[in-house]
């Protein structure tokens, strides 16, 4: 388990509690499917999954597009070190987000890698991912409620059936949770974004707080509703209520305050960063 002078709490800019010696990272956006559907996540608009901003990327890449990419970005970002996949759909149910890392770890063996994942498919992916050395992984969890569940996602397609519902509900749940500690327990460093959405879940940070904290993870990063497309009728919250949620979770695990909710298609620390 990593402590917080080692990486991924130093140098890495989505972990990292500070915003000094940070390594750029690079966005690649391969992961064109994907398995479930969030009620805040417009899957027509090339939308990223793992941010409750609307993640636009330009385009879709190839793997070779990704890998070439960067080889040229390391050309002018000095300070790249880190290779993350978020998007736009769910980075573990495309093959080209595996073929994109083996590709860029043949080139940079020295890259850190990086995924954003819904976790439903992390404990059947786990063996590829330590194989291919990701180091730290990011898992969009925002209840450990069946019910509320139900409420964030509209379907989920599991193992080739169509769950909707409490029944769809409690299996993401399950599986999430199940992924987090496979993934803690292979020595991979899990942060668990959530997105705080008033009178829905806000009534959940310290239960699921306790509930990722206990499955390993070491991170947990609380940001707000973007009111748009299906949750347009949804506001989010004020700067006190997640003032207040962050505090109610960070009893029983750390929080990450410094997120800007990335695209899925970007290169350099968050916040100064730019489309590829």
Request: proline share 5%; charged share 20%.
């Amino acid at each position: 388990m990593a402590t917080h002078d080692q990486y991924p709490f130093a140098h890495h800019p989505c972990f990292s509690s500070t915003r000094e010696n940070l390594w750029t990272r690079i966005h690649l956006p391969v992961a064109a499917q994907c398995n479930v559907k969030c009620v805040f996540c417009d899957q027509d608009s090339g939308t990223s999954c793992h941010t409750s901003k609307p993640g636009y990327s330009s385009r879709l890449m190839t793997p070779d597009e990704a890998i070439e990419r960067v080889v040229i970005e390391s050309t002018v970002e000095p300070r790249l070190r880190i290779v993350a996949i978020s998007g736009p759909g769910e980075p573990l149910a495309n093959d080209a987000t595996f073929s994109t890392i083996r590709g860029v770890l043949n080139i940079f063996p020295e890259a850190r890698f990086c995924i954003s994942t819904n976790g439903t498919l992390l404990t059947q992916s786990l063996e590829k991912l330590y194989d291919l050395n990701i180091s730290t992984i990011s898992v969009s969890m925002s209840t450990q409620s069946y019910d509320i569940a139900a409420q964030l996602y509209e379907w989920a397609n599991i193992d080739g059936h169509v769950l909707r519902g409490i029944k769809m509900g409690k299996e993401i749940v399950k599986r999430q949770i199940s992924g987090i500690q496979s993934a803690t327990d292979a020595g991979i460093c899990v942060k668990v974004n959530t997105i705080l959405i008033p009178g829905v879940n806000d009534g959940d940070m310290e239960s699921l707080s306790r509930c990722i904290s206990n499955a390993g993870a070491q991170l947990q990063n609380i940001v707000p509703l973007v009111s748009h497309g299906e949750v347009i009728n949804l506001r989010p919250p004020s700067a006190t209520e997640l003032t207040l949620a962050r505090a109610d979770a960070s009893k029983n695990i750390d929080q990450f305050t410094h997120c800007k909710q990335c695209r899925s298609d970007v290169v350099g620390i968050p916040g100064e960063d730019r489309v590829l």
